[in-house]
């Protein structure tokens, strides 16, 4: 039997997050959520979470907001966390295991096309999560038949990579080694939110209302010491990207010497901290 792109919309991505993607952030799962954990707060205290709501966690990967959720909801609330990543989502039940948090249901599945019991959430929440469908109007418009009426919706997604001291830079000491690779424009991506009409379209497109895009300026915590940063910078996103380009030996050991000097100049005694723009936006399924 064949499949086509309208069975399975998001293969490219679910073969990514299933692979060498999904691969790296089960490694650095710990590291990853300490350092994101300022996003995770901002989303929370956005959201406001009450106990006995059911929530549902698009692209909770390996769960640390479903697992905050499932607590501040409590034994009479449930959480949903959905994801396309089976190993991210192993560590998602081995947290659930070990943390003995017993209302929340981790499934595999596309967000884009699953089909959720309808009017089964109070909330839908995510960190990161919604900025890999192929259509995103399709996904949200998918998204709020799981909400009741009424029901809401909470997420943070990154602003443009220019609000991103954190990626600017140490991209910026790299382009002095290497080009950007060319990028698809408006592919799903790390920056696929980013732009604040486009997500206000889509949100109307898939008939939400009451939507706010709220700034937040983040403080990330990339590394206790300039190796931890220089380490964790080399492996996520836009770094790697860059890295990639540049051949291994003597080029590459210079761009990332390059770097460490950077970052050296971001060294507190909190460790190397860098700030960075995300978006809070929340919506509403409009009450019947
Ligand atoms: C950037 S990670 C964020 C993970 C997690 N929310 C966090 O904050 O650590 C994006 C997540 O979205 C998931 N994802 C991507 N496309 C998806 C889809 N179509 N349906 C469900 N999950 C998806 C990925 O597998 C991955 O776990």
């Not at 009741?148 to 080694?177: E, S, Y």
Request: glycine share 10%; with cysteine.
């Amino acid at each position: 039997m064949t499949m086509d792109v309208n069975d399975n919309p998001n293969a490219a991505q679910s073969e990514n997050w299933n692979g060498d993607n999904g691969i790296r952030w089960v490694a650095s799962a710990d590291e990853r959520d300490r350092i994101l954990a300022p996003v995770a707060d901002a989303l929370f205290a956005a959201v406001a979470l009450t106990a006995g709501s059911r929530i549902l966690d698009v692209g909770c990967g390996c769960g640390v907001t479903s697992l905050r959720a499932a607590e501040l909801v409590g034994a009479n609330g449930s959480v949903t966390g959905i994801d396309i990543s089976e190993p991210m989502l192993g560590v998602a039940r081995a947290r659930a295991t070990a943390a003995g948090i017993s209302n929340v249901t981790f499934v595999k599945a596309d967000a884009q096309t699953y089909a959720f019991a309808p009017d089964s959430s109070d909330v839908v929440i995510s960190r990161f999560g919604t900025m890999f469908f192929a259509d995103l109007i399709a996904a949200f418009t998918n998204i709020r038949g799981a909400l009741a009426p009424g029901g809401r919706l909470a997420l943070a997604t990154w602003q443009p990579l220019i609000a991103n001291d954190w990626l600017m830079v140490p991209g910026a000491v790299l382009l002095n080694h290497t080009t950007m690779p060319e990028q698809p424009a408006n592919a799903p991506g790390m920056f696929a939110q980013s732009n604040p009409d486009l997500v206000q379209g889509v949100l109307d497109a898939a008939r939400y209302t009451d939507v706010t895009l709220t700034d937040a300026r983040v403080t990330f915590t990339v590394g206790a010491t300039v190796d931890d940063a220089v380490g964790y910078l080399g492996e996520a996103g836009p770094g790697r990207l860059l890295l990639e380009t540049i051949p291994e030996g003597p080029a590459r050991d210079a761009a990332i010497a390059d770097v460490r000097a950077e970052l050296a100049h971001h060294l507190t005694p909190a460790g190397v901290q860098l700030d960075g723009g995300i978006w809070l936006i929340t919506a509403r399924r409009a009450a019947r």
